[in-house]
């Protein structure tokens, strides 16, 4: 989107993005992202998680992630459709899965190459809410859509460059981590609204203030697979942003602070 005199408007993620995307230094890397979109479904007319009694709660989470059947799965008709229509769309939808809080899940759009991440999300998202208007659910894309001891939602954000995934690659990645930890201030800033009230340190993340990374952490800011590390290459992903992120904006920003940025 441009205004009439033809510059892009503040929303327009997309054209600094494209910027970033068609440096030389960045097109020779061929950055791949996997990003993991979750989401929550809501009760239309009443702000409350499909499935949840109203006005009450489920059990405890611990049987949804994943889970199978009418009182773990809640929407599963519209999770199906989403991915069959995505396929349909030429989108690169990877997988879906039910999540941690009832009502919620997720699905990925990835291995995606440069600008193209972007524009696959937003156009999964689209759909997404298209098919939920079908189903006379709502669409929620908040961090943190309950309150409690609930997990919040997130767009975990997986990435690789070449150099990463050749021999040794995992040198890379770590230098790579380093640069993200003296930007973190920068990316959390860019990284999503209200992603505070998802950031605590607890349920899956790490402190919105603290930077970390680990091997196979789930409450680090940035988790190394096991089998990356295993392989000596690979990729990593970045836990931090928040599931209303702008995927320009995250896929972009991580682009320039690993490969051009000289701190």
């Not at 008709?77 to 997988?95: F, M, P, Q, R, T």
Request: glycine content about 12%; hydrophobic content about 35%.
């Amino acid at each position: 989107m441009y205004t009439p005199s033809g510059d892009p408007i503040p929303t327009n993620k997309r054209f600094n993005a494209a910027k970033i995307f068609s440096n030389p230094e960045v097109v020779a890397e061929e950055p791949w992202f996997g990003i993991e979109q979750e989401y929550t479904l809501l009760q239309n007319g009443i702000k409350w998680p499909l499935g949840w009694p109203v006005g009450g709660y489920p059990g405890p989470q611990g049987p949804y992630y994943c889970g199978v059947g009418a009182d773990k799965a809640f929407g599963r008709e519209i999770v199906d459709a989403h991915y069959k229509a995505c396929l349909y769309a030429g989108i690169n939808v990877s997988g879906i899965n039910g999540e941690v809080m009832p009502g919620q899940w997720e699905f990925q759009v990835g291995p995606v190459c440069g600008i193209s991440s972007g524009d696959q999300v937003w156009m999964a998202r689209y759909i997404l809410e298209r098919i939920t208007e079908m189903a006379g659910a709502v669409l929620s894309f908040d961090p943190k859509p309950v309150s409690g001891d609930w997990n919040g939602a997130g767009a975990h954000t997986n990435y690789s460059t070449k150099s990463m995934r050749n021999d040794d690659g995992i040198q890379v990645i770590k230098k790579a981590i380093e640069k993200l930890s003296k930007r973190h201030k920068e990316h959390i800033a860019a990284y999503g609204k209200g992603n505070e009230r998802r950031l605590t340190g607890l349920h899956e993340t790490a402190d919105i203030n603290t930077f970390s990374w680990g091997v196979a952490n789930r409450g680090a800011s940035v988790r190394v697979g096991r089998d990356t590390e295993k392989a000596g290459k690979g990729y990593f992903e970045d836990r931090r942003p928040s599931s209303n992120m702008d995927p320009y904006t995250v896929t972009s920003m991580i682009a320039e602070t690993t490969i051009l940025w000289k701190p």
